[in-house]
């Protein structure tokens, strides 16, 4: 739930939710869902629902990647998407399982993917339940599939600023700090759920044998250290002179002692390259280069999801000179530079934007 909901809720009865849940022990996303829930008397479930069930399409979508190299599921489809990238089979099977298993929720106006390029207009529900609309990449990080590579799914879900009927595309072009929640799958030694509606962000791993995503990380923050430094550095030259000057202050630079134990980590998936740098501390970046003036990823379904989360948990995301979840969206595509992680960094990165700027 967003942090509006939350400050309604009484404290004592809060904390009396979670004893209880300590005592019980064993938490699943389902009952740390439910328990959230409960919070909220008000609320009619319709919320709790959406998370409830991008997690079974995530369960599936594990499914098919766990076994990609046995099924027919491998390779390139043999078209590009509405980015203009070879679109690998497995995204159009992850984009086709997150659309089928959320687009009859009464709760849900409408859905928007990396994979479509327009918005998917929902047919309106009858007592006009349909309060929500959701945005998502359904397999960020495809091209490292073949390679068994770690991938991800990336969701954000806002509440529709239109008030009835078929949802509009400005229900979907919201700044990153009006969503109510945002999170990722990553898809990789293990299969993990990691979410924020507002009050913390929590990991839940998949336990294979009972089909469960089980509490496993609690209230995650990013941990005051910077061992990692994540970009794609062979984009160096392309950079400019305060993206080039922070890289090497950080791989370089032998005065910071903040800076003797960082390593260079780039899995070039940006959940995966996120997700570790939530757990050991560390800055992921995809500037802008000159081929790539707005950056490379996208604002709506990658960056604010993102950038809220690491907000969620201590950090922070920016483009050098605003914060990714302050982005008024323009078009549902739009690209960004990032620079994400933990706070101390991304402050680091905006000082060198403002003290040298130019090529
Ligand atoms: P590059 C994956 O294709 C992706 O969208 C992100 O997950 C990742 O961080 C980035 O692109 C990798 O881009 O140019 O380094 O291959």
Redesign the pocket.
Known sequence: MGDKQNKGVDSKKREVVREFDEFKGFKTLESCIANEQHLHPESRGFFADILRRIGVASKIIESKVQRAGLTNVLGKQGNVNVQG?EQMKLDVLSHELMMNTLGWLPAVAGLASEEEEDVMRLPPHPDENDTYVILF?PL?????IDANVT??TIFSIHRRVTKWGSCELVDFLQPGYKQLAAGYVVYGSSTMFVYSSGDGVHGFTLDPEVGEYVLSHPDMRFPDQCKCFS??E??YNKWDKATRKYADHIRFNDEDERYDKVSSR????????FHRNLLYGGV?M?PADEK?PNG???LLY?CSPMAWLAEQAGGAATTGTQDICDIEPTELHQRTPIVVGNKQEVELYKKFCKEHPGK
């Open positions: 990238e990449d960020d990080g495809s091209s490292n991938i991800g970009a794609n062979t984009n780039y899995i070039g998936s940006m959940v995966a390259d992921f995809y790539n490379k990823l996208r990658e």
